[in-house]
């Protein structure tokens, strides 16, 4: 498991018209190809591709049933990893949880040799 990325959920990353989890490449703990084979850096850059589905773990420590999408978002000053589709589900079914606020851990991890993510709270406000 690698630490990808800790902070604070901001009323962006719940709004469910943003429908996403934005973390800041800039503000990573872990570089991207430390957690993600070369194929996955490429379909991350690769524009034209829709990012890549990964599953997702949430506070109870139980697979999601969904997965998510993971994109890169190419912004002025510094590119973003987005997990969109089905996060506003995602959400919804932690409520009790995910607040504005709310620190959250992102790990990375390995499950049959797909990434998954796992986000769990580690303070809340």
Not at 18 to 33: A, C, D, F
Not at 93 to 108: E, H, P, R
């Amino acid at each position: 498991m690698k630490l990808v990325i800790q902070k604070p959920l901001y009323e962006s990353d719940l709004n469910t018209n943003k429908n996403g989890l934005n973390m800041p490449v800039k503000q990573l703990v872990t570089r991207p190809h430390e957690f993600m084979t070369v194929h996955e850096m490429r379909v991350m850059e690769d524009g034209r591709v829709d990012g890549m589905e990964v599953k997702v773990v949430g506070p109870s420590m139980k697979m999601y049933e969904k997965p998510l999408r993971l994109k890169t978002w190419h912004m002025k000053n510094t590119d973003n990893f987005v997990l969109k589709t089905k996060w506003n589900e995602f959400v919804a079914s932690n409520k009790m949880v995910f607040k504005t606020y709310t620190v959250i851990q992102v790990w990375s991890f390995r499950k049959d040799r797909e990434l998954c993510y796992a986000i769990v709270p580690v303070e809340r406000p």
